[in-house]
């Protein structure tokens, strides 16, 4: 089945601070995709990137990156000088190209990003 | 990035009434939607999947008497929770996703703002 644990319930750190979010998948299937999205506190869920299992350069957007190794089956991000306006909880979820009609996001429970100034 | 507009935003009723929620994809033609609940401090729960045209597929202990889910366009979907209850009282967030690629299972979800129900 699959699975997706973030084990990180929550983390502060200060502001310009880097930070690396965790991101742990289960899956038997050998074409999948990864997400990650966020959720600041006015409750909408934004989109932030999308992974293959295929494709496992690691990408840089400004500051963000994501790291994915598939032999450790992970898809990590990491926030590059964390800025307040980066707290928010974030979720990494799974998508399989073999389930069921409908292909469902299978969500991690997510990690609380608290950036002090 | 695509546009999923909900409403209302927040909503506060008696018990016993029913709420109607709307989720529209607003720049592309949505050929499913889910919606789901979250608890505080809590994932997201997936309720339902919602595909145009058809009967929606709830999850697993999930009723759909109480969770009225209609998709009657490509661009809207509605969730009615019928005689609600305060155990009801959540946040619901829908999500919808353009399904004209082939590969659907990569195709991202758009997610609505979020409908924070309090039934007194």
């Known amino acids: 089945a699959q699975k997706v644990t973030q084990a990180q319930t929550e983390i502060s750190v200060v502001e310009k601070e880097d930070v690396t979010l965790d991101c742990v998948y289960e899956t038997r299937d050998t074409t999948y995709y990864l997400f990650w999205y966020k959720q600041p506190p006015s409750g909408e869920l934004v989109f932030l990137i999308r992974r293959n299992s295929f494709d496992e350069q690691n990408e840089i957007s400004g500051r963000y990156s994501w790291n994915f190794q598939k032999s450790t089956s992970s898809f990590n991000f990491t926030i590059t000088a964390s800025q307040v306006v980066d707290s928010a909880v974030y979720f990494c979820?799974?998508?399989?190209?073999?389930?069921?009609?409908?292909?469902?996001?299978?969500f991690g429970a997510g990690t609380i990003l608290r950036v002090k100034s | 990035g695509a546009v999923v507009s909900q409403h209302p935003s927040r909503v506060i009723c008696k018990s016993g009434t029913s709420v109607k929620i709307e989720c529209r994809s607003l720049?592309?033609?949505?050929?499913?939607m889910f919606w789901y609940r979250q608890f505080p401090k809590q994932s997201l729960m997936l309720m339902a999947t919602?595909?145009?045209?058809?009967?929606?597929?709830?999850e697993q202990g999930v009723e759909k008497d109480k969770f009225l889910i209609n998709h009657a366009s490509l661009t809207l979907s509605t969730l009615t929770v019928t005689s609600a209850h305060p155990e009801d009282s959540s946040f619901y967030i829908c999500s919808a996703r353009d399904g004209s690629g082939g590969d659907i299972a990569k195709n991202i979800q758009y997610f609505g703002a979020g409908t924070r129900l309090s039934v007194l």
């Open positions: 919602s595909n145009e045209g058809s009967k929606a597929t709830y």
């Open positions: 979820a799974l998508s399989e190209y073999y389930m069921e009609y409908g292909n469902k996001l299978v």
């Open positions: 720049d592309f033609q949505a050929t499913t």
